[in-house]
């Protein structure tokens, strides 16, 4: 249990979320709100109009327009979720850190491995809880194939397939577009966190990696079109697309084992949801409808199968019991830092083509 929260037994846990945009907004305010654990406190952006929307969707929470503010009022927080630009992500958790507060950053967790492990032992040495938001951990697809690969429902699994996918010629201006890797632009930092991430999650380490990066927009700062080829110390390959300029979609998951394979299409609807309003306490929040359930099996014999309810409030859940009462983390940030490696090796062995 962390200083500030062993002070405060039974109280909620007082967070502050920096940044207002997709990730504050959808990902982390509409669960710290629901989770009767957490109090949300106080929301930095500096956008005007973001504050604006910030007072009037999360009225007990001040709105400030920097982290000098937020640095100011740690004696009355605990918690800290970094939802701001990737490339602000170690430097404000590192202040966060010695500000004396526990800290979410959300993915990826740094530009550079180093920049991880730095914060991993500077959290270590201040007893300090750090984790990483990798949300999609708790993608219902993915907690199924997590269940059919652990369940033997597959046999040995010899290859993965996995992709995020969309069309998006003209993209609206925005830091994601405008950032370049080095900043923690492109979307192999962007989707290929979560894709890396997945596929080390079911399958382990990683012997062998070879990577094809595109930048398809004109003008584009950073990849926009990336194939990730990884051999698994385990044996199985994983084939990893993301790409913002697919006219056409492929399956979401296509996963090819010894005894039957499971094939899945389209993307987890809470993140949808969220966006249309929804809140994670809405009955049916995270199910899928049956039309679009995965199918298991081997070809002219595949049923379908129920998709597992996704859930990015387990997250928060978690990362309650790990500040209270020592649990581990939702998220090892050791995972994170070995996912930057592996975007690190990525981006030193593809041929770049402008």
């Excluded at 500077?122 to 219902?140: E, M, P, Y």
């Excluded at 199924?144 to 397939?161: C, I, N, P, Q």
């Excluded at 399958?203 to 398809?216: K, N, S, Y």
């Amino acid at each position: 249990m962390t200083d500030a929260a062993s002070a405060r037994v039974g109280d909620p846990i007082r967070t502050a979320v920096v940044g207002f945009g997709t990730s504050g907004r959808v990902f982390h305010a509409p669960f710290l709100d629901a989770d009767p654990a957490y109090s949300l406190d106080v929301i930095v952006t500096r956008d005007g109009s973001r504050r604006a929307a910030a007072a009037a969707r999360h009225p007990s929470a001040a709105t400030v327009a920097t982290v000098d503010g937020l640095w100011a009022a740690a004696d009355r927080l605990d918690l800290v979720v970094i939802g701001s630009p990737s490339g602000t992500h170690a430097t404000l958790a590192d202040a966060a850190l010695d500000a004396g507060l526990d800290v979410v950053v959300d993915k990826p967790f740094a530009v550079t491995a180093d920049e991880g492990r730095a914060l991993i032992a500077k959290a270590a040495r201040l007893g300090r809880t750090l984790t990483v938001f990798q949300n999609r951990r708790w993608d219902g697809d993915f907690r199924t194939v997590r269940r059919l690969v652990e369940s033997d429902a597959l046999g040995e699994v010899r290859r993965f397939e996995s992709r995020f996918e969309w069309w998006k010629p003209q993209p609206p201006a925005s830091w994601k577009t405008e950032a370049t890797p080095a900043e923690g632009g492109g979307i192999l930092y962007d989707l290929g966190t979560h894709l890396i991430d997945q596929a080390v999650q079911l399958f382990g380490p990683v012997a062998e990696l070879t990577a094809e990066i595109d930048r398809r927009r004109p003008g584009a700062a950073a990849d926009d079109d990336v194939f990730v080829a990884l051999r698994h110390e385990s044996g199985t390959r994983s084939h990893l697309w993301m790409n913002a300029v697919a006219p056409v979609f492929g399956p979401r998951f296509h996963v090819l084992g010894s005894r039957a394979g499971y094939t899945s299409w389209g993307l987890d609807g809470q993140e949808p949801a969220l966006i249309a309003g929804a809140l994670p306490t809405d009955p049916g929040f995270g199910e899928t409808p049956e039309a679009r359930w995965g199918v298991l099996g081997v070809d002219g014999a595949a049923r379908p199968v129920p998709t597992d309810r996704g859930d990015y409030g387990e997250f928060y859940r978690l990362l309650d019991a790990a500040i209270r009462d020592g649990a581990p983390v939702p998220v090892d940030p050791s995972d994170a830092v070995a996912v930057l490696e592996l975007i690190e090796q990525a981006h030193a062995a593809a041929s770049v083509t402008a």
